[in-house]
């Protein structure tokens, strides 16, 4: 077994430094071609029997917060986002080196094909980008440029031979600042193909060192926006992953894998502190459970370390707990409707709460639980819209501008946010149910589409901010502690 050997860095400055930079842990890109690769099913397997014996910490390219929960059962570690649109390509470096504190070695799922990511407005060519810029935003490579990870392609090579050498060269090629270090090959039908296959990829001078067999009884659910989160598979999710780390090991050499893994990062890691916490107790409930997984494991840190004390509740089952401010996170509470709705104490206390002038911070499946209704089925009535599910999906990254003062953003200002959904709202015309706030409700968000147009999204009043956005806790973590600031302020004034 090759153990993990982390590079120390030296403490910048001259003599004795206040603080030293993190120890540095080697790691491993998982990375394909395009999708359904199986680098979902290769990157979580390595984790797991990597996990077997050594610390490994996970993460995922891009806004994706599936995956990262499945990557949380093969390592027992939070799993964690690394994408340069939501948090900057300057804090790629550091949050790795945050996610990555007590660990030995870590493996990156990367995401689409190796070079895909956020399509640019901007011509690719290198002539063409302003300094700094990333020739593939938003990329598996550009990630692992970053960070400088070694990259170890997933190839399936289905009706593949020695085709497998001519498109492991190109992928290597194709960017001088890629480093691709090793080949899995997937879907093999024979050893005959699998000769073949390493054979014309060993030619381009990059060894494979694994080959794993066609699978068909690996059964992870998914739905209209991808797999079923862990949370909601329960023993399904961890019997699939304990199968994926199981293929992995008998069929992907280890030792040769963890010997490929490095790491040039040198900088400090992220840390979660704000620039205001608040002194005295300040109490936020997080809507959490089965119809409300998608957190960013970075949002109960940043939430901590500006004074609060983070209750997690489920509103399918339980009841608001007592509580100076609300966070209803994105996920799928049209897959729970049902329960959802049926847990009128807890709408209805959500609702006199924000007329009451509560914070509240609601993301997609929290803006659909605050609107009047959801499918037909009563919601808290904070909104006055009515939602339901649509055939349409609407997906794709925004350079946002706050259109509203809120309890989290100022006006004016500049978010980066993910957008992902099937759901549409329209007005309602009854809001004699509606929370009444001193204000009126206002757009949250402004951007221009591809096209050029304006549009605006997302509901603001004094006390609630909703949105279909997802933002990053880690480029937002100031505006986090505006809303904890909020929060402490309520539950003072109202002598909570």
Not at 62 to 79: E, L, Q, V, W
Not at 154 to 178: E, K, N, Q, W, Y
Not at 406 to 416: D, I, K, N, P, R
Request: charged share 15%; hydrophobic share 40%.
């Amino acid at each position: 077994m090759v153990s993990a050997n982390p590079l120390v860095t030296t403490a910048v400055g001259g003599g004795r430094a206040s603080h030293s930079s993190p120890t540095l842990v080697p790691g491993v890109v998982i990375a394909g071609s395009g999708s359904s690769t199986g680098k979902t099913t290769v990157a979580t397997g390595l984790m797991a029997a990597l996990a077997k014996d050594r610390t490994v910490a996970p993460f995922k390219v891009g806004p994706d917060f599936i995956d990262p929960s499945y990557h949380a059962i093969a390592t027992g570690r939070p799993g964690r986002n690394l994408d340069s649109f939501l948090c900057g390509r300057e804090l790629i470096g550091p949050l790795y080196a945050h996610g990555c504190a007590g660990a030995e070695i870590s493996v990156v799922e990367g995401v689409m094909g190796l070079f895909d990511g956020r399509i640019a407005t901007r011509s690719p060519e290198p002539g063409d980008r302003e300094p700094g810029e990333a020739r593939f935003p938003g990329s598996t490579a550009e990630i692992a440029g970053l960070i400088g990870l070694p990259i170890v392609l997933v190839l399936g090579v289905r009706g593949v031979s020695a085709t497998a050498g001519a498109i492991i060269h190109g992928l290597s090629t194709f960017d001088p600042g890629v480093h691709v270090a090793g080949v899995i090959l997937n879907n093999v039908g024979s050893t005959r193909q699998v000769a073949a296959c390493t054979r014309a990829i060993e030619e381009t001078g990059i060894p494979v060192v694994g080959a794993i067999p066609r699978v068909k009884d690996i059964a992870v659910p998914s739905r209209h926006l991808g797999l079923i989160t862990a949370e909601e598979s329960g023993a399904a999710a961890e019997q699939a992953v304990a199968r994926m780390g199981e293929i992995v090991a008998n069929n992907v050499d280890l030792d040769a894998l963890t010997g490929l893994s490095s790491v040039s990062y040198s900088g400090p890691a992220w840390s979660p502190t704000v620039d205001s916490p608040v002194h005295g107790r300040v109490r936020i409930a997080l809507a959490a459970g089965p119809a409300f997984t998608f957190v960013y494991s970075e949002l109960p840190e940043v939430l901590e370390a500006a004074g609060a004390q983070v209750i997690p509740f489920d509103p399918l089952t339980e009841q608001l707990p007592k509580c100076d401010g609300l966070i209803i996170p994105g996920g799928f509470p049209e897959e729970h409707v049902e329960p959802l709705s049926a847990n009128t104490r807890l709408l209805h206390h959500i609702h006199d709460e924000a007329a009451r002038g509560m914070p509240v911070y609601a993301e997609c499946a929290g803006l659909l639980t605050l609107c009047a209704s959801l499918d037909g089925k009563p919601m808290a009535g904070v909104i006055p819209r009515n939602a339901s599910m649509t055939g349409r999906l609407t997906l794709g990254y925004r350079q946002a501008h706050a259109e509203s003062e809120s309890v989290l953003f100022a006006a004016g200002e500049t978010v980066a946010g993910h957008e992902f959904h099937h759901t549409s709202l329209v007005p309602q015309e009854d809001t004699s149910a509606v929370a009444r706030t001193s204000d009126a409700v206002s757009p949250a968000w402004g951007w221009e589409t591809w096209q050029g147009d304006r549009v605006t999204e997302g509901f603001v009043t004094r006390n609630v901010h909703a949105s279909y956005l997802h933002t990053h806790p880690a480029a937002t973590k100031n505006n986090l502690g505006r809303f904890v600031s909020a929060c402490w302020r309520f539950g003072h004034l109202a002598g909570s």
